[in-house]
């Protein structure tokens, strides 16, 4: 599995939401749908009647990131209405392993978030149940944040943890992924990468999403300790 680029529809316009997925259709991997609550996190975005009208309309899968009070109660219905990765946090789910089990069953990729300050170790026993890890490189909430460098050893942490137990498991990254960041993140190990401004704040959001792509490939095939060549 290689690089791969999950545009966020957080920082699209979301009065023509059909349309900004079109726009990169032909460039990006997956389009990466912020679901928030006003209560897990101080902002809300939208639920699952948006999705599912989503989902009939985009040509690349639906990437859902459950930032929700009760991630126990929706996942589910996500990866039931078609969404084909579902993301829930682990300072959130009271029962992960039981959600993570049921997204897997509707057919979509169970996924785990974790937020700055929450440590990779603690989740590790998890591990067998997810086929993605999201770190989040921004207090989750609201698109346009700073990226925190303080994850970045987290990064290296989790992919040397993912590699221990020689799972396939993906490692994501979420918030202020831009050309600026993104080969850190991948150096550090993230193969899949959220970037919201930094695609939908272009002129041409297809070309910055190839722009982002070759710039987390190059450094993938870098000489760099933590780069996936040396893996």
């Given at each position: ?27 990006a ?7 928030m ?72 990729r ?56 020689d ?23 993230a ?15 297809a070309?910055?999403?190839?722009s ?7 450094a ?12």
């Open positions: 599995m290689g690089i791969q680029i999950s545009p966020s529809i957080l920082s699209a316009d979301f009065a023509r939401l059909a349309d900004e997925i079109g726009r990169i259709s032909d460039a991997d997956w389009v990466h749908v912020d679901v609550d006003n209560h897990f996190v101080p902002n809300l975005t939208l639920g699952l009647p948006i999705v599912e009208a989503l989902l009939k309309h985009s040509a690349i899968p639906v990437d859902c990131h459950l930032m929700i009070e009760d991630p126990d109660r929706w996942a589910p219905a996500y990866a039931e209405a078609g969404a084909k990765s579902v993301t829930i946090h682990a300072e959130a789910a009271r029962a992960p392993v039981r959600t993570l089990r049921q997204i897997r069953s509707a057919g979509a169970a996924s785990l978030a974790l937020n700055p300050a929450t440590s990779i170790e603690q989740y590790e026993d998890l591990f067998p149940e997810v086929d993605m890890i999201l770190l989040m490189t921004v207090e989750p909430g609201f698109g346009g944040q700073k990226f925190l460098d303080m994850v970045l050893p987290k990064v290296r942490r989790t992919r040397e943890l993912i590699k221990g137990r799972l396939d498991i993906w490692l994501q990254v979420d918030g202020g992924v831009s050309a600026e960041t993104i080969e850190r993140c991948a150096e550090a190990g193969d899949v990468f959220v970037a919201g401004n930094a695609v939908y704040g272009a002129e041409d959001p070309e910055a999403v190839r982002l792509r070759a710039l987390a490939e190059k993938t095939h870098s000489d760099q300790p933590f780069g996936f060549g040396n893996r």
